[in-house]
């Protein structure tokens, strides 16, 4: 993370500029400086939607894994495959037009 905020001062002209973030950040710039709020503020529980679409993946691994050594337990939307080995449960909401859903247990897969 270290790396990201000094490569973001080095680009943007230092601690002192001003600038609208969302015209300085890419998706993933943005996605990751979210998750550097996110371990700062260190909450109970975080609900992260598709907040790591834009990283690659082994950046995204380094971010499931901060939130869960930082005590954060995550509820995560997430069209990602491999992301499911960081969560013990997944609630798959079925598109059967009448608000089905199915549980399945990830226990014995998490690496958590």
């Known amino acids: 993370?270290?790396?990201f905020v000094g490569s973001l001062l080095e680009r943007e002209g230092g601690w002192e500029t001003?600038?609208?973030w969302s015209d300085i950040f890419s998706g993933?710039?943005?996605q990751r400086f979210a998750?550097?709020?996110?371990?700062?503020h260190r909450p109970a529980f975080a609900v992260l939607d598709?907040?790591?679409a834009a990283i690659s993946v082994d950046i995204e691994s380094?971010?499931?894994l901060g939130c869960h050594r930082?005590?954060?337990?995550?509820?995560?939307?997430?069209?990602r495959q491999h992301l499911r080995k960081y969560h013990k449960r997944v609630l798959t909401v079925l598109g059967?037009?009448?608000?089905?859903?199915?549980?399945?247990?990830?226990?014995?897969?998490?690496?958590l």
């Open 96 to 111: 059967d037009g009448e608000g089905g859903w199915a549980q399945e247990d990830l226990s014995a897969e998490c690496v």
């Open 70 to 79: 930082r005590g954060i337990t995550m509820t995560s939307v997430s069209h």
């Open 62 to 64: 380094e971010l499931m």
């Open 50 to 52: 598709e907040a790591s």
């Open 28 to 30: 993933g710039e943005a």
């Open 35 to 40: 998750m550097a709020r996110l371990y700062l």
């Open 18 to 20: 001003v600038k609208n």
């Open 1 to 3: 993370m270290a790396f």
